[in-house]
């Protein structure tokens, strides 16, 4: 007997059997259910796929169904492995400067980098460029031919070299030159100081084809001296070999940039899907996403490296990603970095392994075996991608690779007579890790540095964040001291100051001197969640401090040595609580107004700008009206009657071996202090390297010397006028 259940009705379910009617019920309800859920995973699956397909396969290349020629996998010598790319030194450092004539014919074409089909650029066929070795003095001619179609046009910039007297030719659109258009010819003539040499390298400055292969490497040797007798100095390395380590998308990088360039991309990077050494990799196919379809042919083995283990040699490694910075490990060696960028000596520490190198970034380093791995012949050169640089995950990276490395040449243990065993040479006391960001001058630049000198004429202070605001679509914006940049219709050096195009272009003047104390002090602070490697065209520089908050922290690290306090009327020195937000406004700041001249007058103030974008680690993000936290106070000196500059954050400014670089990593929420002396008259670019993030307008100019009102305009710059043009 049922019972009646509520509302006068018989349950589904008895506590005894159940009934034939209450079983069909259930069925349907239970039928229900299943084609709800299977409705809304087809559902789900459809929105996911159409975002996958609208992120990887909707393309602007056109595609070209051959495979063009790539850089062929078998050593051309039984010493050198696939993926060694070896320089000649002795070619260079003995002979007298002179002109080298090269001839680039740049096109594009479908090669398998990793494995994965992709329309690569390529320079004369080859993809990476070829590399290009010259010594100190040196001048190059190259003839640029654009075969590209769609009229895409390009540019060729020389990462690291100083360009005196050849501003016009560095490459920078919107800077010192039009893009060279399909079908078009351009010729960069330029002269290599006699006092620089080292690691540098060439990439396009056009939209994005730098992240789809435009990109090769620069090499100045050092010429040798010659001696009291006569003789030139013997090498100091048997062996050099380059290494141009960067992180790979599958899909044309034009496309991910217009998926990065939308509001429901939240201001995330896109994050890579591979890395290359030397322009190849191994793709792991099976890492492969059902709904991202790639043509993927699975490698069967790895290329690799081949080494002597007897020799000693310099590596020269650049990083020519677009986002990710990398660290480098070959187990059983000792990895010692000696220079950084272009030649830059550091104090040299013997370590496992070396990183961070972010995109743009050079490090030299001296490698060579320890004795007590004899036993072992073959080991792996690994490299990891900074997986700091993702704000989301992608299940089809590895973002750690290793490159086999066969050795040869092995030393055999030396037999020990007195108890029968094999003895090897002591082994190399060396540190786990190397951080670069801590590296220091070996030959500091000057005897003395003066300190920071808190005025306009030799101070810039610069804001930098990603900004998503109502009146833009919410698309991730990058901006330097409320401008974000735009390419002028014309190059700058071609225009007066009062042409150029208010509200995109944020370029300081800065006055010309030669003087051996002149300097100018720029102050770029990060309120970003992420870190940005800063690059600067045409000058060195001194790193004076480069510190950032915790990475779990939610404070701000800003520096702005205009920021002052009032004296305490206590006489006794007081240290803030170790427990106090470092985000407390101290009282009675004011900030000295930088009256360097722009052509946006009201942005010359270096005032702390808001960040807009959503803070992902801490899932918070700030007000539009809220203020920038100034710098902390750690310490007020005893009584004074004038207000007190805040001290930097991060502690002292480094004025006795600063390492000189020509590209800085800002930390998020932290800032970097560079010096420059302003000797090389041109406008400069200063942008940050992740491809993104210029792309999104990071960027910004420095003018040095030239006129205030007409700048370079009055000068006749040889081939840009005749390449805008066209």
Same mark, same amino acid.
């Given at each position: 007997m049922v019972s009646p259940g509520p509302y006068g009705r018989k349950p589904l379910v008895d506590v005894g059997p159940m009934s034939l009617r209450g079983r069909r019920r259930f069925g349907r309800l239970l039928k229900l259910i299943l084609t709800t859920t299977t409705l809304v995973l087809i559902s789900a699956s459809a929105l996911y796929a159409s975002f996958s397909w609208d992120y990887y396969i909707k393309s602007p290349w056109k595609y070209?169904?051959?495979?063009?020629?790539?850089?062929?996998?078998?050593?051309?010598?039984?010493?050198?492995?696939?993926?060694?790319?070896? !320089?000649?030194?002795?070619?260079?450092?003995?002979?007298?400067?002179?002109?080298?004539?090269?001839?680039?014919?740049?096109?594009?074409?479908?090669?398998?980098?990793?494995?994965?089909?992709?329309?690569?650029?390529?320079?004369?066929?080859?993809?990476?460029?070829?590399?290009?070795?010259?010594?100190?003095?040196?001048?190059?001619?190259?003839?640029?031919?654009?075969?590209?179609?769609?009229?895409?046009?390009?540019?060729?910039?020389?990462?690291?070299?100083?360009?005196?007297?050849?501003?016009?030719?560095?490459?920078?659109?919107?800077?010192?030159?039009?893009?060279?258009?399909?079908?078009?010819?351009?010729?960069?003539?330029?002269?290599?100081?006699?006092?620089?040499?080292?690691?540098?390298?060439?990439?396009?400055?056009?939209?994005?084809?730098?992240?789809?292969?435009?990109?090769?490497? !620069?090499?100045?040797?050092?010429?040798?001296?010659?001696?009291?007798?006569?003789?030139?100095?013997?090498?100091?390395?048997?062996?050099?070999?380059?290494?141009?380590?960067?992180?790979?998308?599958?899909?044309?990088?034009?496309?991910? !940039?217009?998926?990065?360039?939308?509001?429901?991309?939240?201001?995330?990077?896109?994050?890579?899907?591979?890395?290359?050494?030397?322009?190849?990799?191994?793709?792991?196919?099976?890492?492969?996403?059902?709904?991202?379809?790639?043509?993927?042919?699975?490698?069967?083995?790895?290329?690799?490296?081949?080494?002597?283990?007897?020799?000693?040699?310099?590596?020269?490694?650049?990083?020519?990603?677009?986002?990710?910075?990398?660290?480098?490990?070959?187990?059983?060696?000792?990895?010692?970095?000696?220079?950084?960028?272009?030649?830059?000596?550091?104090?040299?520490?013997?370590?496992?392994?070396?990183?961070?190198?972010?995109?743009?970034?050079?490090?030299?380093?001296?490698?060579?075996?320890?004795?007590?791995?004899?036993?072992?012949?073959?080991?792996?050169?690994?490299?990891?991608?900074?997986?700091?640089?993702?704000?989301?995950?992608?299940?089809?990276?590895?973002?750690?690779?290793?490159?086999?490395?066969?050795?040869?040449?092995?030393?055999?243990?030396?037999?020990?007579?007195?108890?029968?065993?094999?003895? !090897?040479?002591?082994?190399?006391?060396?540190?786990?890790y190397f951080d670069l960001s801590t590296a220091t001058a070996l030959r500091p630049w000057a005897a003395s540095y003066p300190p920071l000198v808190v005025s306009p004429a030799n101070t810039i202070v610069l804001y930098t964040n990603t900004l998503m605001l109502a009146h833009q679509n919410n698309v991730p914006m990058g901006y330097i001291n409320h401008t974000s940049w735009r390419s002028s219709s014309a190059p700058l050096i071609l225009q007066p100051r009062t042409y150029w195009e208010n509200g995109t272009q944020f370029v300081p003047f800065i006055p010309y001197s030669d003087h051996e104390h002149a300097f100018v002090d720029i102050v770029i602070n990060n309120l970003d969640d992420s870190g940005h490697p800063f690059h600067l065209h045409g000058y060195d520089f001194d790193i004076l401090a480069s510190w950032g908050v915790n990475s779990k922290s939610k404070s701000y690290g800003s520096f702005n040595p205009f920021a002052t306090v009032a004296p305490q009327k206590s006489t006794a020195t007081t240290k803030p609580s170790s427990t106090a937000s470092p985000t407390t406004r101290p009282a009675a700041i004011s900030s000295i107004p930088a009256t360097f001249t722009t052509s946006r007058p009201s942005y010359s103030t270096p005032t702390a700008r808001p960040s807009f974008r959503t803070n992902w680690r801490s899932k918070r993000s700030m007000r539009a009206d809220a203020p920038a936290p100034p710098a902390p106070v750690q310490a007020l000196r005893k009584r004074s009657t004038k207000p007190e500059h805040v001290p930097p954050p991060g502690g002292p400014l480094n004025l006795v071996n600063p390492a000189r670089r020509d590209t800085v990593y800002v930390p998020r929420h932290g800032y970097a202090v560079i010096r420059i002396k302003p000797d090389n008259p041109g406008i400069w670019m200063l942008h940050c390297h992740l491809l993104w993030h210029q792309s999104a307008g990071m960027a910004m100019g420095l003018q040095v010397g030239g006129d205030q009102v007409n700048a370079f305009a009055g000068e006749e710059w040889r081939g840009v006028k005749g390449l805008c043009a066209a």
């Open positions: 070209v169904p051959a495979l063009a020629p790539s850089r062929p996998l078998i050593p051309a010598k039984p010493d050198v492995g696939p993926l060694d790319i070896v !320089l000649h030194p002795e070619d260079h450092v003995y002979r007298k400067p002179k002109t080298q004539h090269l001839n680039w014919t740049i096109s594009s074409g479908v090669q398998r980098p990793d494995g994965v089909a992709k329309l690569v650029y390529l320079i004369n066929g080859g993809f990476p460029g070829p590399t290009i070795e010259a010594r100190a003095g040196d001048v190059l001619e190259i003839n640029v031919h654009n075969t590209l179609t769609d009229n895409e046009g390009l540019a060729i910039h020389w990462h690291g070299l100083h360009m005196r007297g050849g501003n016009q030719y560095d490459g920078a659109i919107g800077f010192t030159q039009c893009p060279i258009p399909a079908g078009g010819n351009f010729t960069y003539r330029f002269e290599i100081s006699e006092t620089q040499h080292g690691t540098f390298w060439y990439h396009s400055h056009a939209q994005t084809q730098r992240a789809d292969g435009l990109y090769g490497g !620069l090499v100045v040797h050092k010429p040798a001296h010659t001696g009291a007798d006569g003789r030139s100095q013997k090498l100091k390395y048997d062996e050099e070999r380059l290494v141009l380590v960067s992180d790979l998308y599958h899909r044309a990088a034009a496309h991910v !940039l217009t998926w990065y360039m939308r509001a429901d991309s939240n201001g995330m990077e896109p994050v890579p899907d591979s890395l290359l050494v030397n322009g190849v990799g191994t793709y792991n196919c099976s890492l492969a996403m059902p709904a991202y379809p790639v043509d993927c042919a699975q490698r069967a083995a790895t290329p690799g490296m081949k080494f002597d283990s007897q020799k000693k040699y310099r590596i020269r490694a650049v990083n020519t990603g677009s986002l990710a910075g990398v660290t480098m490990t070959m187990p059983g060696a000792n990895m010692t970095a000696v220079e950084v960028d272009g030649g830059h000596k550091i104090n040299p520490k013997p370590a496992a392994s070396v990183g961070i190198l972010h995109p743009g970034q050079r490090v030299d380093i001296a490698l060579s075996w320890d004795p007590s791995i004899s036993h072992a012949r073959s080991g792996g050169f690994e490299i990891a991608l900074d997986k700091d640089s993702f704000l989301y995950s992608n299940p089809a990276l590895n973002p750690t690779q290793t490159c086999p490395v066969h050795l040869t040449n092995l030393q055999a243990p030396i037999p020990n007579i007195a108890n029968g065993t094999a003895l !090897l040479a002591p082994v190399i006391p060396v540190e786990s």
